[in-house]
């Protein structure tokens, strides 16, 4: 018997956590299974997608946008044509969203991963038969944290320290600042970035941190705001007049002593200057992610007219 494919919700929660245990060797996608599925990202909510045999379900899905946020299917209910019906019906909700690309997994503010494992090469195969082309590259960075000695509350102390001889405070945000925070953030550098970091501040401990200075924030750095519970680091900034005194750092330093405390490593998403986080941590391992996407098979005169 076929499957079905029908709305996910949220007493699926469990089932679902399940599917993709079972279903994603690469990425922790379980521990992080109702942001992926049901979180909203700075653009909406997602479609959550249910295939079930005999009311078992057996795969998830979620789109939000022209991504694919997450797609899985238990490896018991493989080569039935269950992920294809998935695809198909992200795909539909994209295409009736009038985008005319889309892409797996790199939603920017809620994303599982960067982009596709280079290293899940069967997925990655699935997806060309189906018409999807390598169109970009992303790196994460794996910092060990057991018995790290670059990151330590004696090290945190130490670069606070030489931050406050330079008239810096290093500190945990408070929430009655957020929203300023958040503004500030908005202005200096866009994006994703508000949403992350009220993510972030918004578990407990608060995760993101800032560097003050007269009253002002010169710059922030966060834990948890993407893929919450897996102890990522980022986003984090600083302003362009307080660059080169050693709030990054001390920043970075304070955020991985939070997630020491509770895993064994982090990863540093998406990430801008590789030389500073080699500097401030040591030897990094690394994760490649390729970024996959796909044209509208629709032809132009078919195309509703946003699309055109
Ligand atoms: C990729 C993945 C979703 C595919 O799921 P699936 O249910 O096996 O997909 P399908 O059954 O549609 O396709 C698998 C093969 O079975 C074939 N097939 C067999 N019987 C079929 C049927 N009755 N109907 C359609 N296709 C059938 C398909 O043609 C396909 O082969 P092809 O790629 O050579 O064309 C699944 O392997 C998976 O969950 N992978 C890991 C998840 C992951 O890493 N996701 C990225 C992070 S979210």
Same mark, same amino acid.
């Given at each position: 018997m076929g499957a079905t494919i029908d709305a996910l919700t949220a007493d699926d929660l469990p089932a679902a956590r399940a599917v993709l245990a079972d279903a994603c060797?690469?990425? $922790?996608a379980a521990d992080v299974a109702e942001e992926k599925l049901f979180g909203a990202s700075p653009r909406g909510q997602p479609l959550a997608l249910a295939a079930r045999v005999d009311g078992a379900l057996v795969g998830v899905a979620a789109a939000s946008c022209d991504r694919v946020r997450v797609l899985a299917v238990a490896p018991a209910a493989r080569g039935r044509g269950v992920g294809s019906a998935l695809l198909t019906a992200c795909e539909q909700h994209v295409w009736a969203g009038a985008h005319r690309r889309v892409r797996v997994?790199?939603?920017?503010?809620?994303?599982?991963?960067?982009?596709?494992?280079?290293?899940?090469v069967d997925t990655i195969a699935w997806l060309g038969r189906r018409g999807y082309v390598r169109r970009d590259e992303h790196e994460n960075l794996v910092v060990d944290? $057991?018995?790290?000695?670059?990151?330590s509350a004696a090290r945190a102390a130490e670069l606070a320290d030489a931050c406050a001889a330079r008239g810096y405070a290093i500190r945990r945000a408070q929430l009655d600042e957020l929203d300023a925070i958040s503004a500030h953030v908005s202005i200096g550098f866009g994006g994703a970035w508000p949403f992350e970091i009220e993510r972030a501040a918004t578990r407990t401990p608060c995760g993101l941190f800032v560097a003050e200075r007269d009253g002002r924030v010169a710059a922030f750095a966060a834990h948890d705001g993407n893929n919450r519970g897996l102890g990522w680091f980022g986003p984090a900034g600083t302003w362009p007049e307080h660059r080169g005194q050693g709030l990054g750092e001390a920043l970075l330093i304070a955020c991985l002593v939070d997630v020491a405390a509770v895993h064994a490593r982090s990863e540093i998403a998406?990430?801008?200057?590789?030389e500073f986080y080699t500097r401030a941590l040591g030897p990094l391992g690394t994760r490649k992610f390729a970024v996959l996407t796909r044209e509208t098979p629709h032809r132009r005169a078919t195309l509703p007219p946003a699309m055109r």
């Open positions: 060797r690469f990425d $922790r997994l790199d939603e920017p503010g809620n994303y599982l991963a960067p982009g596709i494992d280079v290293d899940n944290l $057991r018995d790290n000695p670059r990151v998406w990430i801008g200057p590789r």
